[in-house]
Nanobody, 131 residues
Framework: WVLLEESGGDSVQAGGSLRLSCAAS??????????MAWFRQAPGKERVAVAT?????????NYADSVKGRFTISQDSVSNTLHLQMNDLKPEDTGMYYC?????????????????????WGQGTQVTVSS
């Protein structure tokens, strides 16, 4: 099993920054998780991937076009924590942000809406950006 717990969501004004964190635990995490990601679900819309990172030594990252240059995904392998640094936030970044993990590599398709389904999900943390 893998447990994911997000934190760091808040209400900010446009142009501001936030750093989200996702603490991962569980007896399967170190051996089975090959990909971690941040998803966003805006009110009334589908959940979409905004950033992914591979769990291997290369830690390849991919970003949705809407967040490229503003968001940075990273992982701390010692503490098993995933982060999402969000800068220059815009009102359209508003939504519930979810941390997710799966037992297959990310590839480049996840941020385009493809790829294998994720196996584990957190409960989400709310980000609200006002104009």
């Amino acid at each position: 099993w893998v447990l994911l717990e997000e934190s760091g969501g808040d209400s900010v004004q446009a142009g501001g920054s936030l750093r989200l964190s996702c603490a991962a635990s569980g007896n399967n995490f170190d051996f089975d998780v090959d990909c971690m990601a941040w998803f966003r679900q805006a009110p009334g819309k589908e959940r979409v991937a905004v950033a992914t990172i591979d769990g291997d030594e290369y830690s390849r990252t991919n970003y949705a076009d809407s967040v490229k240059g503003r968001f940075t995904i990273s992982q701390d392998s010692v503490s098993n924590t995933l982060h999402l640094q969000m800068n220059d936030l815009k009102p359209e970044d508003t939504g519930m942000y979810y941390c997710a993990a799966k037992m297959y590599s990310c590839g480049s398709s996840v941020v385009k809406g493809g790829g294998r389904p994720f196996d584990y999900w957190g409960q989400g943390t709310q980000v609200t950006v006002s104009s």
